[in-house]
T-cell receptor
Framework: DGGITQSPKYLFRKEGQNVTLSCEQN?????MYWYRQDPGQGLRLIYY???????QKGDIAEGYSVSREKKESFPLTVTSAQKNPTAFYLC?????????FGPGTRLTVT | DQQVKQNSPSLSVQEGRISILNCDYT??????FLWYKKYPAEGPTFLIS?????DKNEDGRFTVFLNKSAKHLSLHIVPSQPGDSAVYFC???????????FGTGTRLKVLA
């Protein structure tokens, strides 16, 4: 059963708490990406990683952090510094010119 | 600055007719374009792509057209089916950074 796993599907947190969203893949893809989707907006790139132990900021990296210690895993931490954390978060892997998306995690911060 | 634009936020089409979704881009460094389909609360799924060296790519009911001089691409779905109702995103790959740039999406509703 191959693919990209994001868990949980729904996540609720209180304001001021850090929260980590998981993303695991068994596709053996080198590149991994984190996006967020907000109503009426496209997918905006938060962070991406082309190789293990290396990652780059995307367009909206402020208030987020990532790590890439293993090829299979690319967790995203939403910190209390992120002003508007409630969103739908999508993880993707990349191979060549195509990206493959996970099912997403809906984070609600109240 | 939105480098990839989908100016129609929504589109309604009768079942069996053609759906045409449009996408404009500004960066001439983009050399590969893709269309993704997304259902609510799910990740996008890849639909069809086109390289900048082509002007058309066809896959079953889906055809993507690229007009490089106008920096415009379009997705044609014919015949449209109710199951095609979803949000469609176009995306472009920046050949310099290999980053994907997504448009804001067009919600397609196919009416039975």
């Amino acid at each position: 059963d191959g693919g990209i796993t994001q868990s949980p599907k729904y996540l609720f947190r209180k304001e001021g708490q850090n929260v980590t969203l998981s993303c695991e893949q068994n596709l053996n893809h080198d590149a991994m990406y984190w996006y967020r989707q907000d109503p009426g907006q496209g997918l905006r790139l938060i962070y991406y990683s082309q190789i293990v132990n290396d990652f780059q900021k995307g367009d909206i990296a402020e208030g987020y952090s990532v790590s890439r210690e293993k090829k299979e895993s690319f967790p995203l931490t939403v910190t209390s510094a992120q002003k508007n954390p409630t969103a739908f978060y999508l993880c993707a892997t990349g191979q060549g010119t195509e990206q493959y998306f996970g099912p997403g995690t809906r984070l609600t911060v109240t | 600055d939105q480098q990839v634009k989908q100016n129609s936020p929504s589109l309604s089409v009768q079942e069996g007719r053609i759906s045409i979704l449009n996408c404009d881009y500004t960066n001439s460094m983009f050399d590969y374009f893709l269309w993704y389909k997304k259902y609510p609360a799910e990740g996008p799924t890849f639909l069809i792509s086109i390289s900048s060296i082509k002007d058309k790519n066809e896959d079953g009911r889906f055809t993507v057209f690229l007009n490089k001089s106008a920096k415009h691409l379009s997705l044609h779905i014919v015949p449209s089916q109710p199951g095609d109702s979803a949000v469609y995103f176009c995306a472009a790959i920046d050949s310099g950074t290999y980053k994907y740039i997504f448009g804001t999406g067009t919600r397609l509703k196919v009416l039975a």
